[in-house]
């Protein structure tokens, strides 16, 4: 797809669909709609006149109108997507109405697409043009490139038709939301491909072509490095796989550094979780090819980090293994010894994630991290604590959640701030070893998980995200199709981008 931005009055601009944004002016809940659009362009408020008087549309959030052959404009169609109340506009509106747009033509096999930019006091410029490049980008992708009677429905052109005067802000915001979008889908992209064709060799592979690509710094590591380097703990996990494990190492360096922090991004990697000898239940083992969705968050957070090129120094590191049951898989009641030292006696080895992880975060710390992020699908608990809508987000210093939740404001996507405070630390004590990898009972399962990881952190400022709730989407909703959603990417750079301050 190209992408392209134009100031420009959409009323005289030719093509084959038009979208153009509406927003509900009414105050209260019950009152009668009093939908308006957000452009300056006269032609267009009068094509659209009698349809929004009309009482038929009311401009909310999500509901679209199409008119065919619009009076007065080039547009063989003219698209009015609603964006909500007035008083609620925001720029996550905006991305979610660019991306309504965006997938309204695709269901109708229209490929060339022009969206006029919408203009209110309320929403800022940067921020509006960024959020439109994201929408349009992330309704683009579909998860259905292994379907051989697949009709490609992409778009082939999105142009975004902008009528303020601030060109640059509206260049650069732009500019940002296509890396930030172009970032997620990769990460969807390697989520999507299965078990056999991902492997953790090619998850290697995919991170050094991605790396060469954009001038970083990678080596993928397997079995030997692995344990020279003592991880005893990530090493349990991937022998019982006959694929061989990965460590993945990423670096950028920038050209000038704002500090001396460190930002290591490290990604729970499991291409596939059979549940080991633990086994899961055969019923929806098919789903978890996508335990390997937070190693695809920091790959392409990486990705994102070479183009944004922000002033601090980041290490991304992906620990990728294969978790399967064999005559030589790791048992319930075998002792590891992880990188840090620490032992960890194995109650189930479906509890595989924060094996993988604990050397991971150790790891990043020999490397000289001064803050960490992981991203895990680590928990069914935390799915069953949060739904699908939250991911859950862990801490162990308050100025760092609180760094974290303000990137989360800027991406406006959803995480829950869940404890993992010392007290809770009972819950992995072992009678034989210095920790075990699961609870005494089920309860508060996801912060079991974390309670783990945070043994291997220490004091390092540390943000955890267990993501197995919103990496994969099971409906589509409104512009993000069915499938792997690239959650926590575009949170995590911008949490990167706040460091380099
Ligand atoms: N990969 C799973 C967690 C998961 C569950 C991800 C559902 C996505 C959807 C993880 O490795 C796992 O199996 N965790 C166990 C831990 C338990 C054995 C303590 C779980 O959540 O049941
Ligand atoms: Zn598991
Ligand atoms: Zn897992």
């Avoid at 022998?239 to 290591?264: C, W």
Wanted: aromatic share 6%; charged share 20%; glycine share 8%.
């Amino acid at each position: 797809m190209s992408t392209s931005l134009a100031f420009t009055s959409p009323s005289s601009y030719a093509t084959p669909l038009l979208a153009v944004f509406a927003v509900d002016n009414s105050n209260t809940p019950k009152a009668t709609a009093e939908p308006a659009l957000l452009t300056q362009d006269a032609a267009i408020v009068a094509a659209a006149s009698s349809f929004l008087t009309s009482g038929e549309f009311k401009a909310e959030s999500g509901g679209t109108l199409l008119l065919h052959a619009p009076a007065g404009l080039k547009a063989e169609r003219l698209l009015i997507v609603g964006l909500g109340k007035a008083s609620k506009l925001s720029a996550a509106e905006v991305r979610k109405g660019a991306g309504t747009a965006i997938r309204t033509a695709k269901t109708k096999c229209i490929r060339s697409v022009a969206i006029a930019a919408p203009i209110a006091d309320t929403l800022d410029a940067a921020a509006t043009a960024r959020a439109l490049a994201e929408g349009i980008l992330l309704a683009n992708f579909d998860a259905d490139t292994y379907r051989s009677d697949r009709e490609d429905k992409s778009m082939q052109s999105v142009a975004v038709l902008a009528e303020s005067v601030d060109h640059n802000t509206i260049a650069s915001g732009f500019a940002e939301g296509e890396v930030f979008a172009d970032a997620q889908n990769f990460a969807r992209s390697l989520v999507n491909e299965p078990g056999n064709v991902l492997t953790p060799t090619e998850l290697g592979k995919r991170a050094a072509a991605m790396c060469a690509e954009h001038g970083l710094s990678c080596e993928v590591h397997s079995t030997a490095k692995l344990k020279e380097l003592g991880m005893g703990a990530f090493l349990g996990v991937a022998q019982g796989s006959v694929e061989p494990p990965a460590l993945i190492v990423m670096r950028y360096t920038p050209a000038t550094k704002s500090n001396n922090n460190v930002v290591a991004l490290v990604g729970k990697g499991i291409t596939f979780d059979t549940g080991g000898i633990s086994i899961k239940p055969a019923d929806g083992m098919d789903k978890m090819k996508y335990d390997m969705a937070g190693a695809a968050a920091m790959i392409g957070a990486m990705q994102a980090i070479a183009a944004l090129k922000p002033t601090v120094e980041v290490i991304g590191v992906v620990c990728s293994a294969e978790n399967m049951p064999s005559g030589s898989a790791y048992k319930p009641g075998d002792v590891l010894t992880a990188m840090s030292g620490k032992t960890i006696e194995v109650m189930n080895t479906d509890a595989e994630g924060r094996l993988v992880l604990a050397d991971g975060l150790h790891y990043a710390k020999t490397l000289g991290a001064t803050h960490l992020i992981d991203a895990a699908t680590l928990t069914g608990a935390c799915v069953v604590a949060l739904g699908k809508l939250n991911s859950g987000l862990f801490s162990n210093d308050e100025a760092t959640l609180e760094a974290f939740q303000g990137a989360v404001k800027a991406t406006q996507e959803s995480f829950w701030h869940l404890p993992c405070t010392d007290d809770y630390r009972d819950l992995i004590v072992s009678d034989i070893a210095d920790i075990r990898n699961t609870g005494m009972d089920r309860w508060g399962g996801a912060i079991t998980a974390a309670m783990f990881l945070k043994e291997f952190v220490g004091d390092t400022p540390w943000v955890h995200l267990d993501i197995a709730g919103q990496a994969w989407i099971d409906e589509t909703r409104t512009y993000i199709a069915k499938g792997p959603s690239g959650v926590a990417v575009r949170s995590i750079v911008e949490w990167v981008r706040a460091l380099a301050r």
